[in-house]
């Protein structure tokens, strides 16, 4: 498997520390506000990484935090007279919905800074200890002219992070890059003790501790949108790798921005739609596939236009599904016919395409030109001559496909619903034709998938045991 790395601006066969698990990190979002359809991006990118990872039998270790300490938040908190805290809740629970909506997977664990201040302490400590880090009155600043490789990952020589460096006017810093790991109070704000007095965490140094914590030293996927290569997973490699003394991240992976008219959506410029306002319009499938058709490195320009044509292109998979469902139905024969037997090969082969498209960098969008291939090879070949078997192996394959890649999940469970009623319908009627065998039959294959049938005055209700 291949997987495009920032660090060395190549696509690197992948090669986990472990042999069967990975070790994941994705920076999450800063809690003060609805998630916009920008930060969905990377929820859906990263987690369709992991979703392939489990297909290919991987155990995958994935962690994502929630920024709920931020000067943002603490805003928020003051104009709507309410405490971070329960800023930061709102939003958390806000997006752990939206998340579940998009039919993300939680993370394995989902850290807060302000649960883990005691470990950004100890590594700050570390850090001043072993000369990578200073104290000037109460604030503690990494001191990137000790770290001889600062600007590796952004690729920035010192001239030109200097520029890119937003030169504040502060005496206290040895050198305008040096950031901040801890800082002093403010009135009205909430705060930790920490051996340079009353205060809080910088921004960067929450993701070193964290993934030092739960995942180790050395991880194998640190991942987040392009934003983030400059300065923070800059400076997160400083910090951890000045700690550690060990390479921080084996492969960085960064999507790709959604923009709105070329420019990138984001909630200070405010040219964003939030996740929510977008799916009263589109479902939540229809966000996930329409992100999933683009490779995660290109922009893509968010429209309604394209998220129409996302919905359609979406449709034509499940009538395949559908179609599929009715000839499983109604097929006269059960086993396969010779011609099918000889296509077998064939349906394989889409199922080869679709994991060289992923392995080749998480290529979504070609792996979902090989379900569309799919959908064309069922219009096809199966129709009603086809047999069960034929019909629902291809089904299966369709659904897998789309399973990994998180899509049609829910799907399955109400094609199988729709697919139950279809049999109870077919045993009514054989019932009304004295058809006692078939009836009997369909009761006893129902049986045995798990579905009880209850005749009742209102008529047949079912249900699973
Ligand atoms: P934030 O809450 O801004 O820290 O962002 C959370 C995640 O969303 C980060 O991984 C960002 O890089 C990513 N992100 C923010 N805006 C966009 C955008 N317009 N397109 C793609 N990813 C974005
Ligand atoms: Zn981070």
Redesign the pocket.
């Known amino acids: 498997m291949k997987i495009y790395n920032t660090l060395t601006k190549k696509k690197e066969e992948f090669i986990p520390l472990e042999k069967n698990t990975i070790k994941m990190y994705?920076?999450?979002?800063?809690?003060y506000n609805y998630?916009?359809?920008?930060?969905?991006?990377?929820?859906i990118i990263f987690d369709t990484v992991r979703r392939y990872f489990e297909y290919k039998g991987y155990e995958v270790k994935y962690v994502q935090n929630f920024?709920d300490i931020d000067d943002k938040i603490i805003k928020k908190a003051n104009e709507e007279n309410k405490t971070a805290m329960e800023i930061a809740e709102k939003y958390i629970a806000e997006a752990l919905k939206d998340a579940e909506g998009l039919n993300v997977k939680k993370a394995t664990v989902h850290p807060r800074v302000t649960q883990e201040i005691p470990e950004i302490i100890a590594m700050i400590e570390k850090l001043i200890k072993k000369g990578f880090a200073y104290e000037v009155e109460g604030t503690v600043y990494f001191d990137t002219q000790a770290f001889k490789s600062y600007g590796k990952l952004s690729h920035k020589n010192q001239e030109d992070l200097e520029a890119g460096a937003r030169i504040e006017i502060n005496e206290n810093k040895k050198h305008p890059m040096d950031f901040v790991l801890w800082k002093p109070k403010k009135e009205g704000e909430p705060f930790w003790e920490s051996p340079w007095g009353d205060g809080r965490p910088g921004w960067h140094i929450e993701c070193s501790a964290m993934a030092k914590k739960y995942l180790g030293d050395t991880i194998d996927i640190h991942?987040?949108?392009?934003?983030?290569i400059f300065p923070h997973h800059e400076n997160e490699i400083a910090q951890s790798e000045a700690a550690n003394g060990k390479p921080f991240v084996r492969y960085w992976m960064?999507?790709?921005?959604?923009?709105v008219d070329n420019k990138?959506?984001?909630?200070s410029k405010g040219n964003?739609f939030t996740l929510r306002e977008v799916a009263e319009e589109f479902p939540y499938e229809v966000i996930r596939f329409f992100m999933l058709s683009a490779h995660y490195r290109s922009?893509i320009n968010f429209s309604r236009q394209l998220m129409e044509s996302a919905q359609s292109s979406l449709e034509r998979i499940k009538n395949a599904v559908l179609n599929l469902d009715h000839i499983i139905n109604h097929a006269d024969k059960d086993d396969m016919l010779e011609e099918e037997i000889s296509l077998i090969d064939k349906i394989e082969s889409f199922v080869k395409k679709f994991e060289e498209a992923m392995e080749d960098d998480f290529n979504t969008a070609d792996a979902i030109s090989v379900i569309f291939e799919l959908v064309r090879f069922t219009n096809i070949h199966a129709n009603s001559k086809s047999s069960k078997k034929f019909a629902l192996t291809i089904k299966e394959k369709i659904i897998n496909l789309c399973n990994i890649l998180g899509l049609l999940e829910k799907e399955e469970e109400n094609i199988i619903d729709k697919e139950i009623e279809e049999l109870i319908n077919k045993r009514q009627k054989a019932r009304k034709e004295k058809n006692w065998a078939l009836a009997d039959k369909i009761r006893d294959d129902l049986k045995e998938r798990g579905i009880i049938l209850e005749d009742t005055p209102q008529g047949v209700k079912w249900k699973r045991i």
């Open positions: 994705v920076c999450g979002p800063t809690v998630i916009h359809i920008g930060n969905a991006r990377p929820y920024t991942a987040g949108g392009e934003d983030l960064h999507n790709g921005f959604i923009n990138k959506m984001s909630k964003f922009p």
